[in-house]
């Protein structure tokens, strides 16, 4: 073999294993963190993870939100007009969170089938809904069921 | 009667840029010296009329012209004047007309600044830029025309998103635009060569000052963004991994790769087919960035409103630019041969690693950012990829090459020896890993590997730059403002990633609840909440809160933190308190009013936030002297040019 072509081969043998270790990167890291979508009927079914983060979205339910005192944790329900789920936060809500709006939320199941979560996003402007909230909201109304409140 | 003139004008630069996209590369291909001349007075036509556009959409939002839908959605008599002008690009369709006037207006410069460059190349060049031209114009003109009438006009208009009116916003998308539409140029000189299927150092001395330049403005323009959203929006963070800050990311990776990978091929006639390859992806990473925020695809504080229409549109006009370049690089690719070979260990290797890491780099935020939209797509499942994955990728990516950064700069052309270079650098690497070590250990209380990691990338790679500069042997002032301002942009780097690590580390932050008199202690600092009043602005009311914070007994600052109301119809808008500072900012939130007086605060501790904005600022310098440098302009002194090559970058 002429010394170009080792050199070739050495090159193409780094980018192919250079390659190999990037992809089993981006899948070790994907794996843990990629956020499945769920609406509260899903996961009232039992079809949400138990021991994984993931996301959940829906319209919070009017006169549902509750309060701790003295401390940030508070409590409301999130419905997809089929099924509501009970979450807990503790933290400063969005500007834009208030009964009746969209929201979508990061967190996880705890045991009793309350939803803990990390992390509350409103949507940030009034045309604005999120499309897997609308999505859903899509499915229940072709479900005849009422969404307007 | 002004926005009828400002669509005719805009109909006008639309056929101009037609024309443009034609004739002169026609001229080309045929020898018409006639066809070839017409490039450059029809390049300064369109951006004329370019410019009379988009000074009609102005005039009409300082007017106040509601009768014009565009206005009338994103502006009302209320707005302070430099919003109302800013609003001008603040949505969809006025955005479009600023992309395609910065577009016109970059054309024009080449149409200036182009000593040297033959007729025939520069003919070619223009007429790429006036076909993207007009795909944007007739994409406005089709689908997101600015100057739609209302009839009857409405007497007050709606309002600019309040989180836009703001200097900082302001200025961001210009910036940014200047950057990806700059990547056009790239794009324009890569495809001009391969249809004239010559590409050589000389191709390679044009293309350099217009990369750098557009680099240099989206560097600036991501800069601006990050800095934006910390203080206006981000709850106190200020990089989200959403798609849209992603969108402008990848293709400075790319573009970072290319103004290397131009080094190379301007130096050694290497690297040639990568190159145009790279200013291919380049541009058709702007455009995709173009297609993820306005076609509503994507889930993101960014997105524009939409419609599925203009999502189909720029997806077509992405797929014929991408695959016609691709397709014509094929066809071209047996012109474009390298000469020159060089050993494993050279300065073109180190390039070459430069090059692969930020291109796996891309890939790995362009698949984090795809695949939740390939997933939903696929019906496979609605996912979302989180800011962790983002981070996990990027370490271990940055560690090899930050390490190249240091030592590329020392290595020679062609062929280097190991041995040379450890004997010369040994020793900067042993000043490096003290710098790593016993600076945090000195400061910091809780060391930590990460701090010790970045720290040492970034000590290395100043350390090493600041070597290499005085190794030159010649004092620095008298050295090419290529080599300052590769200096300077690689110090900016280590600067960045030191204030990225520290304040990754070291941040600290925390939702609090207070009742007025009451403290909180965060990182040593007290944050005491004096209670909140109501506030009246011009366009808003609200209220605002005071914070006292001190170090121990001294008093450091008071902070106003406040929650405005822009307004039926709007959403409540956050502006934080903050005392920035060079090694640290102290950052306060309002949250809810929790009732009885009580209120939910954010207060955070983020030491050296701002080395991360000051390093972008320092690599724009950097590539802006870079672009200055003499061998683009003077076409005389061609021998002190070679000489100067010889020792610089």
């Known amino acids: 073999m002429t010394p170009a072509r080792k050199r070739r081969l050495y090159m193409i043998l780094l980018l192919v294993g250079g390659v190999g270790i990037a992809a089993a990167l981006i899948f070790q890291a994907l794996q843990e963190n990629m956020n499945l979508y769920y609406e509260p009927v899903r996961v009232v079914k039992g079809e949400a993870p138990i021991d994984h983060n993931f996301r959940m979205g829906g319209m919070v339910v009017e006169d549902s939100i509750q309060r701790d005192e003295g401390s940030l944790t508070v409590r409301f329900g999130v419905t997809d007009y089929q099924e509501t789920v009970t979450v807990n936060y503790t933290g400063i809500l969005p500007d834009l969170f208030r009964e009746g709006q969209g929201i979508i939320t990061l967190g996880r199941l705890d045991t009793e089938g309350n939803f803990i979560a990390e992390e509350v996003l409103a949507k940030h402007d009034e045309n604005y809904m999120p499309p897997e909230v609308a999505a859903s909201l899509e499915a229940a109304k072709a479900a005849g069921l009422e969404t307007e409140k | 009667m002004i926005p009828e003139i400002g669509h005719f004008a805009l109909i006008t630069a639309m056929v101009i840029s037609g024309i443009q996209g034609i004739v002169p590369l026609l001229g080309a291909s045929t020898g018409s010296n006639r066809w070839v001349n017409t490039a450059i007075p029809l390049t300064r036509t369109n951006w004329l009329f370019m410019l009379i556009s988009f000074v009609c959409l102005t005039y009409s939002f300082i007017t106040n012209d509601f009768s014009v839908i565009y206005v009338a959605s994103n502006s009302n008599t209320e707005m302070p004047l430099i919003f109302r002008i800013s609003a001008v690009w603040g949505a969809h369709e006025g955005s479009l007309l600023l992309w395609a006037l910065i577009l016109s207006s970059w054309a024009a410069a080449v149409s200036v600044f182009n000593k040297g460059i033959p007729p025939v190349v520069l003919a070619r060049v223009l007429s790429v830029m006036g076909l993207i031209g007009?795909?944007?114009?007739s994409f406005m003109l089709f689908t997101s025309n600015p100057f739609t009438r209302l009839f009857p006009a409405p007497l007050q208009g709606r309002s600019l998103n309040p989180l836009l009116q703001d200097f900082g916003l302001a200025i961001h998308p210009p910036m940014l635009y200047m950057g990806y539409v700059g990547l056009s140029v790239a794009f324009s000189f890569a495809v001009a060569a391969m249809i004239g299927g010559k590409l050589d150092a000389a191709w390679a001395r044009w293309s350099r000052p217009w990369t750098n330049i557009a680099w240099v403005f989206?560097?600036?323009?991501?800069?601006l963004g990050s800095w934006w959203a910390y203080y206006e929006l981000g709850w106190g963070g200020w990089w989200f991994w959403d798609p849209v800050e992603n969108a402008s990311l990848m293709p400075w990776f790319i573009a970072t790769a290319l103004i290397h990978s131009l080094a190379v091929t301007e130096k050694r006639g290497a690297f040639k087919a990568w190159t145009v390859l790279l200013a291919i992806f380049a541009f058709s990473l702007s455009l995709l960035g173009t297609f993820l925020v306005r076609s509503g695809v994507l889930t993101s504080v960014h997105a524009f409103a939409t419609d599925?229409?203009?999502?189909?549109?720029?997806l077509f006009f992405l797929v014929a630019v991408v695959g016609s370049s691709l397709t014509l690089f094929a066809w071209r690719a047996p012109k474009l041969r390298s000469s020159g070979t060089f050993a494993m260990n050279s300065r073109e290797t180190a390039l070459l690693l430069n090059n692969v890491i930020l291109v796996v780099m891309c890939t790995t935020v362009l698949l984090g950012t795809l695949f939740p939209l390939i997933t939903d797509a696929l019906n496979v499942g609605k996912y979302s990829v989180g800011p962790p994955y983002f981070n996990t990728m990027m370490v271990p990516l940055a560690i090899p090459l930050f390490f190249v950064m240091g030592l590329g700069l020392m290595m020679r052309w062609k062929r280097d020896i190991a041995i040379r270079l450890i004997k010369?650098?040994?020793?900067?690497m042993v000043l490096a890993?003290?710098?790593a070590i016993l600076?945090?250990?000195?400061?910091?209380?809780?060391?930590?590997?990460l701090t010790g990691l970045g720290l040492l990338m970034a000590s290395w790679v100043a350390l090493a730059t600041l070597f290499w500069i005085v190794g030159q042997g010649k004092s620095p002032f008298k050295q090419p403002l290529a080599n300052w301002g590769a200096m300077i942009a690689h110090i900016g780097m280590a600067v960045s990633i030191t204030g990225i690590t520290l304040v990754s580390v070291y941040n600290a932050e925390q939702d609090i609840r207070l009742e007025p008199g009451q403290a909180y202690e965060l990182s040593g600092y007290s944050f005491k909440f004096?209670?909140?009043e109501q506030l009246q602005g011009p366009n808003y009311t609200g209220q605002q809160g005071t914070v006292v914070v001190s170090f121990g007994d001294k008093v450091i600052s008071t902070m106003y933190p406040q929650k405005r109301n822009y307004g039926p119809g709007s959403m409540p808008m956050?502006?934080?308190g903050i005392d920035p500072g060079l090694f640290r900012d102290l950052f306060v939130a309002l949250g809810e009013d929790l009732g009885g007086g009580s209120w939910s605060l954010r207060v955070y501790h983020k030491p050296f936030l701002r080395w991360v904005w000051l390093g972008a600022i320092l690599m724009s310098i950097g590539g802006i002297l870079a672009a200055a440098d003499k061998r683009y302009r003077k076409l005389a002194m061609r021998d002190e040019a070679n000489l100067q090559q010889a020792v610089s970058v």
């Open chain 2, 424 to 428: 010369k650098m040994w020793w900067v």
């Open chain 2, 308 to 314: 599925p229409g203009r999502g189909l549109f720029i």
């Open chain 2, 530 to 532: 004096e209670g909140v």
């Open chain 2, 439 to 449: 600076l945090p250990l000195l400061w910091i209380p809780d060391f930590n590997f």
């Open chain 2, 218 to 223: 989206l560097t600036f323009g991501i800069a």
């Open chain 2, 433 to 435: 890993l003290m710098a």
């Open chain 2, 574 to 576: 956050t502006e934080a």
């Open chain 2, 134 to 137: 007009v795909g944007f114009m």
